[in-house]
C-alpha cells in the first residue's frame, strides 16, 4: 500500500499543459462561485446543475490532458488551486458521478486475484461485500446527514476516459496483429507509449476494464522468484479464453530465444573486445598476455558457438510448433473443401450408380453408332463388276478403231520412239494410249456424216 502515495504524487507533480482550463478561468467573481461549496439544489436547480456541469466537463478535460482516467479529490484540489483558493464542492461533485456511475472506485474496478476452488478467495469476497455494503452506507448516512463524506485520497476512476483508453488499446492491438498472443504487461505500457498518449496511470483501468469486459485475460506466471504479467487480447466480437499451458510453453521458448539471442550479442562483442586487446598486446611486446587473452578468445567462441546451436535447435522448435497451426488450417481448409464438394454432388443428384448407368448406355450408343457407320459405307451403288466393266469397255475401243479406222486415218499414231538429242529413247505410255482410245469414242458430228456415207 506505500506505492500508493507515491503514484498520486507523481500525478500530481508531473507538469503538463493548463490550456485545458476554461476562459473564464480567470473571473475572480465567476471563479469565486464556482469553487465555493454547492448550495441546495431547491433553491435553484439550473444554477445548481450548470455549476455540476461546469465542474464534470473541467474535471473530462483534466483526464484528456493528464492522459490518465484515476482522479482523487486531493489531487484535483491542488490541480484547480487558484490563488491560494481550493474548489470546496469536489465533494458534491464526486458523490454526484457516483450515484450517476460516471465515477467508479478503484478498488471496484481492479480485477480480484484468480485463486482458489471456485476462482474466489477471501480477499475476492470481502471485496465484493465490503464494497457495495460501504457505499450502501455512506449512501442512507448522507440521506440522513444531508453529506456523504469522500476520503480525499481515495483514487477514483472517470469511466469515460478508461472506456476512451479501452478503445485506444484494442485499436493499436488491432493494427499490430496481436489478438491471441502473449504480451508481457511491461511490453504493453511500452508500446502504448510509444503509439498513444496514455501513461501507466491511464493503462491500468482501461486494462482492468477490458478484462471485465472479457476483452482480454490477464495471468501472472513466477520464474526464478520473478513475477511476469501476461495477457491475451480476444478477437472483435469474442471472448477472451484462458492463457492454456501450450502458449504458456511457446511463451517461454520465444523468450528463451530471446535470451540466448541476446547473450551471443554480448558474447560476440566480448570476442570483439578480446581481440582488441591481443592486437594491442602483440603491439607492446607482452606476448604472455596476448596469449592469455587468445586463450579467454577460445573460450568465448566455444561458448558462442554451444548457445549459437542451442538458439538454432530451439528456433527449430518453434518453427515446428508454428507450422502445426499452419498444418491444421490446411486440413480444416481441405475439410471445407470435400463438405463443399460432397454437398455439390448431392444437389446436382450425381452418383456413382448413376455415373455408370449413364457411361454404359453411352458406351451402347456409340457402338451402334459405329454399326450404323460400318454398314452404311458397306452398301455400293451397283451391282456390276468392276472387272466387267473394264473388260467391255476395252472390246468396245478395239471395235470401234477396227470398223472406222480412226486409229490410221484421223489419229495417226505418234511414233513410239522420241529422239532427244540424238537418243532413240523407248516409252511406253499406256496413259497416252488410253487416252488415244477414249478420244476415239468421241464422235465428231462431221465424221458422223462420213460414216454414214460409208454405210457404217
Not at 61 to 74: D, H, L
Not at 94 to 107: A, I, Q, S
Amino acid at each position: 500500500m506505500e506505492h500508493k502515495p507515491e503514484a498520486k504524487e507523481g500525478m500530481v507533480k508531473t507538469p503538463m499543459d493548463t490550456s485545458y482550463l476554461p476562459e473564464c478561468w480567470s473571473d475572480d467573481r465567476r471563479m469565486g462561485v464556482l469553487l465555493a461549496e454547492f448550495r441546495p439544489r431547491q433553491l435553484n436547480a439550473t444554477s445548481y446543475d450548470a455549476k455540476m456541469k461546469f465542474w464534470k466537463d473541467l474535471i473530462h478535460s483534466f483526464c484528456k490532458a493528464s492522459r490518465s482516467s484515476v482522479i482523487s479529490i486531493a489531487m484535483l484540489k491542488e490541480e484547480f488551486r487558484r490563488k491560494g483558493t481550493v474548489p470546496y464542492c469536489l465533494n458534491a461533485v464526486f458523490v454526484d458521478m457516483l450515484t450517476k456511475e460516471e465515477l467508479c472506485r478503484e478498488g471496484q474496478l481492479k480485477p480480484q486475484q484468480r485463486t482458489g476452488g471456485f476462482g474466489l478467495n477471501l480477499s475476492t469476497a470481502k471485496q465484493l461485500i465490503k464494497a457495495p455494503l460501504l457505499w450502501g452506507y455512506e449512501a442512507v448516512l448522507g440521506s440522513v446527514t444531508g453529506s456523504v463524506n469522500i476520503n480525499e485520497n481515495e483514487n477514483f476512476i472517470v469511466m469515460a476516459i478508461a472506456q476512451q483508453h479501452a478503445k485506444i488499446i484494442e485499436k493499436t492491438i488491432e493494427e499490430r496483429e496481436l489478438y491471441n498472443k502473449l504480451l508481457q504487461y511491461e511490453d504493453l505500457i511500452v508500446l502504448l507509449k510509444e503509439t498513444s498518449a496514455i501513461t501507466r496511470h491511464g493503462v491500468e483501468p482501461a486494462i482492468a476494464l477490458l478484462e471485465k469486459g472479457n476483452k482480454l485475460t490477464m495471468q501472472t506466471i513466477t520464474q526464478a522468484e520473478t513475477s511476469t504479467v501476461l495477457i491475451k487480447f480476444a478477437e472483435k466480437n469474442t471472448v477472451a479464453q484462458p492463457i492454456t499451458s501450450i502458449e504458456k510453453s511457446i511463451y517461454e521458448l520465444e523468450q528463451s530465444e530471446h535470451r540466448l539471442t541476446k547473450d551471443i550479442s554480448t558474447i560476440e562483442r566480448n570476442v570483439n573486445e578480446t581481440m582488441e586487446k591481443v592486437r594491442e598486446c602483440i603491439k607492446e611486446g607482452r606476448r604472455q598476455m596476448a596469449k592469455t587473452y587468445l586463450k579467454k578468445k577460445n573460450y568465448l567462441q566455444k561458448n558462442m558457438q554451444g548457445k549459437i546451436n542451442a538458439l538454432e535447435t530451439l528456433q527449430g522448435i518453434l518453427l515446428k510448433i508454428h507450422n502445426c497451426q499452419s498444418d491444421k488450417n490446411i486440413i480444416e481448409a481441405y475439410k471445407l473443401g470435400t463438405d463443399a464438394l460432397k454437398n455439390a454432388y448431392a444437389a446436382a443428384g450425381i452418383t456413382i450408380d448413376e455415373l455408370d448407368d449413364t457411361m454404359d448406355e453411352m458406351k451402347n450408343v456409340l457402338e451402334q453408332h459405329n454399326e450404323i457407320s460400318s454398314m452404311i459405307g458397306t452398301v455400293s451403288a451397283t451391282d456390276v463388276d468392276e472387272l466387267q466393266l473394264e473388260q467391255e469397255l476395252g472390246d468396245l475401243i478395239d471395235m470401234k478403231l477396227s470398223e472406222t479406222n480412226i486409229a490410221n486415218q484421223y489419229f495417226p499414231t505418234p511414233p513410239a520412239t522420241s529422239t532427244i538429242e540424238n537418243n532413240t529413247i523407248s516409252i511406253p505410255d499406256f496413259d497416252k494410249e488410253i487416252e488415244k482410245r477414249l478420244a476415239a469414242l468421241r464422235v465428231d458430228p462431221s465424221n458422223s456424216n462420213r460414216i454414214a456415207d460409208l454405210g457404217l
